[in-house]
């Protein structure tokens, strides 16, 4: 199966759920490498009905999880409120599915209470497969510090960049947190810490949708990201030049499993029937 059959099996399994989903696309950007055929279908489990964690477990079999992965889902799967599918098409046809069981009613309820905690809130536990070389295949897990002031978060950010060379990276993170800051209260303005179990990703997520930025606003910074990333600079614009338009979501970067330096641009979740 060629990884473009892998991406339309995942809309179909998702579409055959009958349910609403979210549809996010986003393009990576890392060394002498981009890669655009990216997205999650997002699933509120409320949707799903009184089944809802056995048809997600259904989900799961039919894009074939490993079965190690299968137990942890079922037991992350009650405590879960929404579920992104994710695809990634690789080089040379490699391809992966993921799945993250996102916990964010308990983390807003958490939120909600007189004294809001500003503990590390584990948001996200996230299970990621090579659908083309078994036993390619990692957990993650994803932790929100929430009420991160600006300040905080840069020095954040920073710390995943500390040793690395040019850091075009972190230039446009500190610019986009700093205009964000502008238009919304910082705890507006999700930051998650990312890891994988063994390995030495060092990597964070921080989330700019509330702020109403259109990935336009990446756009002076796209022929510095393809100096940086050692990519050719009308390819770069290529890929962005149909999305500028849309909202911006959220950036993750730092260093994969493979301590390659990467930069992901999430944009334009619309809601699908």
Request: hydrophobic share 45%; glycine share 8%.
């Amino acid at each position: 199966m060629s990884s473009g059959e892998r991406a339309a099996t995942l809309h179909a399994v998702i579409q055959e759920l009958a349910v609403p989903h979210g549809y996010e696309r986003s393009i990576k950007l890392r060394d002498q490498g981009m890669l655009e055929n990216r997205f999650l279908l997002t699933v509120a489990c409320g949707d799903l009905g009184a089944g809802a964690v056995d048809r997600v477990l259904e989900v799961c079999r039919r894009l074939e999880m490993p079965d190690e992965f299968l137990d942890a889902a079922a037991r992350h799967a009650p405590s879960a409120n929404m579920i992104h599918f994710g695809f990634e098409e690789e080089r040379e046809g490699r391809a992966y599915y993921k799945v993250y069981f996102e916990r964010q009613a308990a983390f807003a309820q958490a939120m909600a209470l007189a004294s809001p905690p500003s503990e590390p809130f584990v948001l996200h536990d996230a299970f990621k497969w090579n659908v083309t070389q078994r036993g390619e295949q990692v957990v993650a897990r994803y932790v929100c510090h929430p009420r991160l002031a600006r300040q905080a978060m840069l020095q954040r950010i920073a710390g995943v960049y500390a040793g690395l060379g040019e850091r075009t990276p972190w230039h446009l993170l500190c610019e986009l947190v700093t205009a964000a800051a502008r238009r919304v209260p910082d705890e507006q303005i999700m930051y998650l810490d990312v890891t994988e179990d063994g390995t030495d990703r060092k990597s964070f997520d921080v989330n700019f949708y509330r702020a109403g930025f259109a990935v336009s606003s990446i756009a002076p910074f796209l022929e510095r990201l393809a100096a940086h990333f050692r990519l050719s600079a009308n390819a770069v614009d290529e890929a962005f030049a149909g999305v500028l338009a849309r909202q911006l979501g959220h950036i993750a970067g730092g260093l994969d499993r493979h301590g390659r330096d990467f930069f992901t641009i999430y944009f334009g979740v619309e809601r699908r029937a």
